[in-house]
């Protein structure tokens, strides 16, 4: 089964945006077409932001989780691409949770590495929409 890694900003949007394309990835895992994870530390950072900005929509967030599998957050490891410090956990943490893709709204850090599984060790990173718009189970 392809296994989707979600960023904390995928995990955040969803929760705050229960209409849009997040939310509708994590409603389309239902179908059991793939399977949604995430790690401890991507969850403690969208809680952080959504408490912080939008706390009305926490239950949302915990909903989401529900469908979500967590995965051990991989630290201390050198990390094969160069990404910024708060990345490489999340990068790590999806390559050795064995995802197909790891998505993500972080186009600044992870731009330069997606749609590139030749540098990213098979995985390929995309943003939600991208991936909606080109998987095919």
């Known amino acids: 089964m392809v ?3 979600l960023d904390a900003n995928i995990l955040f ?3 705050h945006n229960p209409g849009g394309k997040s939310a509708l990835l994590v409603e389309l895992s239902k179908e059991n077409l793939f399977e949604l994870v995430t790690c401890s530390f991507a969850i403690e950072e969208a809680e952080k932001n959504l408490l912080k ?9 915990e909903m989401d989780l529900k469908l979500i599998k967590t995965v051990p957050t991989s630290i201390g490891a050198s990390c094969p691409i160069p990404l910024p410090l708060k990345d490489i956990p999340i990068f790590l943490s999806a390559l050795n949770a064995r995802s197909s893709y790891l998505l993500t709204g972080d186009i600044k850090d992870f731009g330069p590495f997606m749609n590139r599984p030749s540098i990213t060790h098979g995985m390929i990173i995309q943003t939600v929409s991208e991936f909606l718009r080109t998987f095919k189970p």
């Open 53 to 61: 900005k939008y706390p009305e929509k926490m239950k949302n967030l």
């Open 3 to 5: 296994r989707i890694f």
């Open 13 to 15: 949007t969803s929760a």
